[in-house]
């Protein structure tokens, strides 16, 4: 057992405390210490903290920008909006996105859109949920003047297109489907002529199903990266919450963006809600929607050469028949929990920049059967935890061991198992034309 985090936090706070009696004037350590109150919730001694530092060093920008933040926690946006505002933040997107929040809280919708345009074009990176769905749907229904729907390409989407930043060596085993992608849409995008040569049509995607964190959305991103092509990542679940009865429209807006950003691929994840039946939409309106999505796919309003569509689920039995048509998701891929030998590659790519001693990974690999990628991050996440509280006890840093992630894999169970209890059934009395036999391969269940 752990012990409560509130103590704990508690404890290291007066730990340091201690430590800043005997040096009042370590600068970093005090800096530590509000950002450990300013977790705690303990908005006016971290402000207290950050102005001691700030009249020992009155230019110290880390100071400021907690300052600023810790005044956005604790309400006072016009303190912060004074701090952010300062000459020397003119160019940094952490300072002009507290600015934008600190506007957005206070109510001043125009000057939090025009901030936050300014961070997004300073650093693409920066988009933050917060403003993103706050901005949007104030735009789509009480302020339409501000953010005219016209505008969707400069402004609703920015934050789905990213440059990928992985490509297929970041992805650990995953050989078969790496090689179905390769041939089914990497190919005939590189090389239309020979496609065209042998009679075959391009187009149409690959849908990835399989139990959740097991690398669907990091192998659709490693894919645009693969072929150095923009990632456009589009939640159905975002596309259907934002603008309610807008769905449509929206859809088609996200294929017209994507055509303009070729070449790309076009992810669509949690695509079985499509298909689901929502409380919040009527049942007529989620038809429309399909037969929409469809006829984009088709290419009916436009072209989708250079456009590689790919599609994730978890629930690949909820998706409409319609779907696999051919020339749409005509290939259906079942992405496993990685094998051993994948479970290797995956802790060494999650463990490259940690500190840690030399360590076992075929052994880690062994022991953690049916953990999914998503699963080890947690894993290696709780051993550093333990490794940090350690370091706050002593005061000296370790490296993590493999007997540290060995420990930890004890503290989380794998989460694959559940996902296979139910798609078993799927797979056993739903299985039209074979479509899931992966799934009883997997299982070594014969039919
Ligand atoms: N084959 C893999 N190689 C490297 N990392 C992986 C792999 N599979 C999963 N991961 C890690 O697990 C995380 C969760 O995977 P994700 O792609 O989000 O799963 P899914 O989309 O299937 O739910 C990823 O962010 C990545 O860090
Ligand atoms: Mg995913």
């Known amino acids: 057992m752990r012990t409560n985090p509130y103590n704990m936090a508690n404890e290291a706070i007066n730990k340091i405390r201690e430590a800043l009696k005997f040096s009042p004037d370590n600068i970093p350590l005090k800096l530590h210490l509000g950002e450990m109150l300013l977790d705690e919730k303990e908005y006016q001694e971290a402000i207290n903290e950050f102005n001691e530092v700030l009249t020992k060093d009155p230019a110290n920008e880390e100071a400021k920008l907690l300052l600023a933040e810790a005044f956005l926690l604790q309400g006072n946006y ?30 001043s919708l125009s000057e939090a859109i025009e901030v936050y345009k ?11 949920a917060e403003l993103d769905s706050q901005l949007r749907s104030q735009g789509t229904y009480n302020d339409s003047d501000q953010f005219d729907e016209d505008e969707f390409d400069e402004d609703a989407t920015f934050r789905i297109v990213e440059n990928p930043g992985i490509d297929f060596n970041d992805v650990g085993g995953m050989e078969k489907v790496k090689r179905e992608i390769d041939l089914k849409i990497i190919q005939p995008l590189k090389n239309p002529e020979i496609y065209k040569a042998y009679g075959k049509k391009i187009g149409g995607g690959i849908l990835l199903y399989g139990p959740p964190g097991c690398g669907k959305t990091h192998l659709a ?3 645009a990266g693969q072929i150095k092509a923009k990632f456009i990542n589009i939640g159905i679940n975002d596309v259907l919450d934002m603008w309610i009865g807008n769905s449509e429209k929206n859809l088609h807006e996200v294929f017209e963006y994507a055509r303009k ?8 994840d949690e695509i079985d809600a499509l298909g689901a039946s929502r409380s919040d939409m009527k049942q007529s309106s989620g038809r429309h929607l399909i037969n929409q999505f469809l006829s ?14 790919l599609g994730a689920t978890n629930a690949p039995w909820h998706l409409d028949s319609a779907f696999r048509r051919p020339g749409r998701f005509d290939r259906i891929i079942f992405v496993a929990p990685p094998d051993d030998e994948s479970r290797e590659t995956i802790l060494q790519l999650q463990m490259k920049d940690k500190p840690k001693t030399d360590i076992d990974y075929t052994l880690l690999a062994k022991k953690t059967p049916d953990y999914s990628g998503a699963d080890l991050n947690a894993v290696i996440d709780i051993a550093i935890e333990s490794k940090l509280e350690e370091a706050i006890k002593t005061g000296v840093p370790q490296p993590l061991t493999t007997k540290d992630i060995l420990g930890a894999v004890k503290l989380h169970r794998p989460s694959t198992r559940d996902w296979f209890n139910s798609a078993k059934n799927y797979a056993l009395y739903a299985n039209d034309s074979g479509l899931y036999d992966d799934i ?8």
Do not use: M, W
Not at 118 to 128: C, E, G, I, N
């Open 78 to 107: 016009s303190a912060t909006i004074v701090i952010a505002e300062e000459e020397q933040f003119k160019n940094n997107p952490d300072a002009l996105l507290l600015l934008a929040k600190a506007h957005l809280r206070d109510k």
């Open 118 to 128: 300014r961070v997004l074009k300073l650093d693409p990176h920066y988009a933050d």
């Open 221 to 223: 991103r490693a894919t």
């Open 261 to 268: 950003n070729k070449p790309c691929v076009l992810f669509f």
């Open 296 to 309: 984009e796919l088709d290419g009916v309003d436009g072209d989708n050469d250079g456009i590689l569509v």
């Open 440 to 447: 009883l391969t997997y299982l070594n269940i014969k039919k």
